[in-house]
Each structure stands twice: as structure tokens, then as C-alpha cells.
């Protein structure tokens, strides 16, 4: 293994090798390669295929980075150099590089068993605090109805509901309950369930669009095809549940595609892509200076409720985070912030709002005065409206 990591070669990942080596007179199995067994690893504790690709990303530049060494030969001094050029040279973001560093504490910990106490000491990069992007209730409105068909109804649960884009893409028929005006989202962020709101409003042109969707399926099965991707091994489970209507899309893509290992003619979710795409014109087309996603219709959702009164825990179980320091982000719309705080200045406007001409002299310069110091005073502002040490 080791003369095969100085030469470079096992890290032909996408190569088709044969699954068995000849030594002496007889065959024997290959040894599995690195990123396969990184892969086999991820998927055993059930990581989401996201993660699973951005470890073995991850673990790929590492190994490229040191001119395809093998890991079990490098360590902590490897390590951090290859984190410090991604901060110092990448300029990448404190998120990326932690992602980086979770993805090769797996690696060593979890797939080559190796016990680096050095590991414990690393010092993760600090996540700056970011105040989200939020829309008003006019921007909102003004964005939804520059959307049209399928991508506006979606819009209207990300932001009716609080979901995040792949949760409302993901959607299946039986995820909808009219009579209870609930969504329930299955396997969220964390692999976890919960429960959202089914807005009254959205629900007549939703049930439109069921009914078209409907229609859609029925022509499907009549051509043969008809089947969705099911849930880990659901498929195996109930072989025929892959084609009954609750299982469906609520959103499907516009065209079917073949899988090879089940020879079904299946019909995947609309693609995120595709409703990224027309939010970003949206915004542009209503002119929107604010960088506003499809993520923004959650972060207003959340500012929303709580202006409307909504306590801090309902919001976080509607939002489904673990923890309510996450939701307390959102907790900025109580405080009104720079916008409500009075300027000293605006105190003397009725002083300095007469003619020009009786500004002279002294006068001038002690109103300049006033004005430069109000300025200062302003830059020296923190973050929670107290003056900085400096």
C-alpha cells in the first residue's frame, strides 16, 4: 500500500480495476481503496449524500495538496499547513475550514483508527456573527408576484411554512395535511422530523396543482413508468409503493429518467437549481438591492412571527432547530437597533433648519463641531449600540 501511495496510483478513484489481483497462482481480493472505504464509513452512520460528498472532496484535497501522500503517513503538522492555506491562501470562509477539519477528523478517526491526541487541541475557526437578510412583507409580496407557475407556489411554503429549499423540493403528497393545516417534513436537516404550518391562503391553488400533478402521474403509469425514488430501502420493503400516489412529488420534474439498477422509469423533484434560478430574477426584475435567495423566505418567516408576537420557542419548533440560541438570531426585530435610536443631532434641527445666513461665524463652526463629533460618536458604535474600548 505504501509503495502504491508513493507512485500516486491508488488515488485513481474513477478508474474501472478489477476486484481481484493475481499474487503467486492464485487470485486474491484487492484491497479496497481509501476514499471507498471513507465512503463505506459515511454511509454505515447514514450521512446525508451532501456531507458524504463534501468529505470525500475534502479528503481529495488534502491528499492532492501534499503531492498524494498517503494520510496514514502524514499528521499533525500536515494537517494544520493544509488548513492554513486554505484560510491564508484560499481565503475561504471560518465555515468552510471547519468543514474541512470535520471532514479529516473523520478521516483519521474514523476510517484509518488513528488515536492523534493533537486532534483535540486544534482550534476551530470562529464563526463570525451574521445578522440574516430579511424582506419586508411588501418585498415579499412584491417578489411572489413577479414568480410565476410552479416556482411561486413553492416561494409561497418556503415562505408560509419556514422551509428551507430542499425540504419544500422534497415534498411527497401524503407531507400535506389540509384538514389540519400542517406540513410535516420528513428526514430535515440532522435527519430529523417536525412538524410546519400550511398557510390557509396557499392551500385552493395547492390543491390545483395536486390535481394537475395527478393527471400527470396517471399518464405516467399508463406509459409504464410512474415510479419516485424511495427511502433508504422502503423500495424493498413495498415493492409497489414506489408508484402509489401518496409517495409522489409535490413538485415534480418536468421529465422522467431511467434508473439502470432497478430499470425503472422514475420521475425525480423539481431541481433546486431550477428555483434558485427564478428567485434571482425575481429580485432583479423588482429591483431589490438586498442579496435575497431562496433561503430569505425562511429568515423572513421567522422575523415575521416574532413581530407578530409569536413566543421564541414556537418559532424554533416551527423552524425545527435544536437548539434556541439558533432561533435568537432572529430575535433582532424586538430590538429596533441603529433605526431606533434618536441622533443627538436631530435634537437641534429646530436650531440649525433657519436660514443659511444666520449660520456664520461661530455659529458655523460650533454646529460643524457638533455634527463631526455626532459622527465620530456613531463610528464607534458597537454592534449592540454601546461605545467600543477604543
Same mark, same amino acid.
Given at each position: ?72 503517513e ?36 474514523r ?10 487541541d ?69 435527519? $430529523?422530523? %417536525? ?7 396557499? +392551500?385552493? =391553488?395547492?390543491? #390545483?396543482?395536486?390535481?394537475? *400533478?395527478? /393527471? ?6 399508463g ?21 402509489e ?19 425503472? $422509469?422514475? %420521475? ?7 428555483? +434558485?434560478? =427564478?428567485?434571482? #430574477?425575481a429580485?432583479?426584475? *423588482?429591483? /431589490? ?35 434556541v ?8 426585530v ?36 457638533i ?16 461605545l467600543?474600548?477604543?
Open positions: 500500500m505504501r509503495a502504491a501511495a508513493r507512485s500516486g496510483t491508488w488515488l485513481r478513484g474513477h478508474l474501472d480495476r478489477p476486484s481481484w489481483v493475481c499474487e503467486g497462482p492464485s487470485l486474491v481480493p484487492r484491497k479496497p481503496r481509501l476514499l471507498d472505504t471513507v465512503r463505506d464509513a459515511l454511509r454505515v452512520r447514514h450521512y446525508s449524500r451532501r456531507t458524504e460528498h463534501a468529505y470525500l472532496g475534502w479528503i481529495r484535497r488534502y491528499i492532492l495538496f501534499h503531492g498524494k501522500r498517503h494520510p496514514a502524514m499528521g499533525a503538522a500536515e494537517v494544520s499547513r493544509f488548513l492554513s492555506a486554505l484560510a491564508v491562501e484560499g481565503r475561504v470562509s471560518a465555515s468552510t475550514q471547519n468543514q474541512a477539519l470535520a471532514a479529516l477528523l473523520f478521516l483519521y478517526r476510517v484509518l483508527g488513528v488515536d492523534l491526541p493533537w486532534l483535540d486544534l482550534v476551530r475557526a470562529a464563526r463570525p456573527q451574521r445578522l440574516p437578510v430579511v424582506l419586508s412583507r411588501e418585498e415579499v409580496r412584491a417578489v411572489l408576484l413577479a414568480l410565476r407557475g410552479t416556482v411561486r407556489l413553492i416561494c409561497v411554503l418556503l415562505y408560509g411554512s419556514g422551509l428551507r429549499l430542499l425540504e419544500g423540493a422534497r415534498l411527497r403528497v401524503k407531507d400535506l395535511d389540509f384538514r389540519a393545516n400542517q406540513i410535516t417534513v420528513r428526514c430535515g436537516k440532522g435527519d $430529523r422530523d %417536525r412538524v410546519s404550518v400550511l398557510p390557509a391562503t396557499a +392551500q385552493p =391553488a395547492l390543491q #390545483r396543482h395536486l390535481e394537475q *400533478v395527478r /393527471l400527470q402521474h396517471e399518464r405516467d403509469l406509459a409504464g413508468a410512474g415510479w419516485v425514488e424511495m427511502p433508504h430501502a422502503l423500495g424493498r420493503k413495498y415493492p409497489n409503493a414506489g408508484r400516489w401518496p409517495w409522489q412529488w409535490v413538485f415534480p420534474a418536468t421529465r422522467t429518467y431511467f434508473e439502470p439498477v432497478t430499470r425503472q $422509469r422514475r %420521475r425525480h423533484h423539481l431541481h433546486e437549481t431550477a428555483i +434558485q434560478r =427564478a428567485v434571482h #430574477r429580485v432583479r426584475e *423588482v429591483g /431589490l438591492t438586498k442579496p435575497a435567495t431562496c433561503h430569505t423566505f425562511r429568515h423572513s418567516f421567522a422575523t415575521h412571527l416574532l413581530e407578530d408576537g409569536y413566543d421564541i420557542r414556537t418559532v424554533q419548533e416551527l423552524l425545527g432547530h435544536r437548539d440560541r439558533t432561533t435568537m438570531i432572529y430575535t433582532h424586538l430590538n429596533r437597533g441603529p433605526a431606533g435610536v434618536r441622533s443627538p443631532l436631530d435634537g437641534l434641527a429646530g436650531e440649525i433648519r433657519g436660514p443659511a445666513r444666520t449660520l456664520t461665524g461661530s455659529d458655523a463652526r460650533r454646529y460643524a463641531d455634527a463631526c463629533s455626532v459622527t465620530r460618536l456613531k463610528g464607534r458604535r458597537g454592534t449592540d449600540g454601546k467600543g474600548n477604543d
